[in-house]
């Protein structure tokens, strides 16, 4: 369990800000960035393998998968109020992340 509960986010910061202060505990930070990166990764293969020329990192960049892994937002609101996916990318794949971190809660 990451501990939701035990921590509350600040809204409203810019995304470096809020990379300095993460709501996990050093080493479950790593795994999340890890698995939201494997994450992003294969919504890059199911791109190309539509036909479409997609990358991970035109996807998500390091320092959004490392700001959604220090802050972890539950909620799709509160993913937005960080303000560091483009639109297009939160609209297409921005629930995506947030079942994710609350699937893997349950196994961290």
């Known amino acids: 369990d990451f501990g939701f509960g035990a921590f509350v986010h600040k809204f409203g910061s810019k995304s470096r800000n809020l990379q300095n202060k993460a709501v996990l505990p050093k080493e479950k930070t790593q795994m999340l960035v890890d698995h939201i990166t494997k994450l992003v990764s294969m919504w890059a293969d199911e791109k190309q393998m539509n036909g479409n020329k997609a ?10 998968t490392n700001t959604i892994s220090t802050q972890v937002p539950t ?13 297009n990318i939160e609209r297409e794949n921005g629930k995506r992340p947030i079942k994710s971190i609350a699937g893997k809660s349950a196994k961290i």
């Open 55 to 64: 990358f991970y990192w035109n996807i998500m960049n390091k320092d959004e």
């Open 75 to 87: 909620s799709m609101e509160e993913l937005s109020s960080f303000g560091i996916l483009g639109e």
